[in-house]
């Protein structure tokens, strides 16, 4: 029922932004984090960036902090990601995900449904 779907992602050169945007449907929890995470090859899920969906607080992984904003559209039941000043070590693919809210937003062990995932690949 419920489906995470991402957008956005594509070959830019460092420096450069990309917008990605998670379409989610079928959620119906009271409250719930919203996160991106990206995955490396050969590398563990990590930790981007966060937003509760009442209330939009935020949370940031320390290497993205002053690069990435997210947001979210109530109305249109989107979660964006604004992505500015990419660097290399950006390039992976990424994942929108939802969780039940009171989890921490950073851990993905508390998220419950994935989206399939959008590339990123920054060149130098």
């Known amino acids: 029922q419920v489906q995470l779907v991402e957008s956005g992602g594509g070959l830019v050169q460092a420096g450069g932004s990309l917008r990605l945007s998670c379409a989610a449907s079928?959620?119906?929890?009271?409250?719930?984090?919203m996160g991106w995470f990206h995955q490396a090859p050969g590398k563990e899920r990590e930790f981007v960036a966060a937003?509760?969906?009442?209330?939009?607080?935020?949370n940031y992984a320390d290497s993205v902090k002053g690069r990435f904003i997210i947001s979210r559209d109530n109305s249109k039941n989107t979660v964006n990601l604004q992505m500015n000043s990419l660097k290399p070590e950006d390039t992976a693919v990424y994942y929108c995900?939802?969780?039940?809210?009171?989890?921490?937003?950073?851990?993905?062990?508390?998220?419950?449904?994935w989206g399939q995932g959008t590339q990123v690949t920054v060149s130098s």
């Open positions: 079928g959620l119906s929890f009271r409250n719930y984090n």
């Open positions: 995900a939802v969780g039940p809210y009171g989890s921490r937003s950073s851990d993905p062990s508390g998220y419950t449904y």
């Open positions: 937003i509760t969906w009442i209330g939009g607080t935020t």
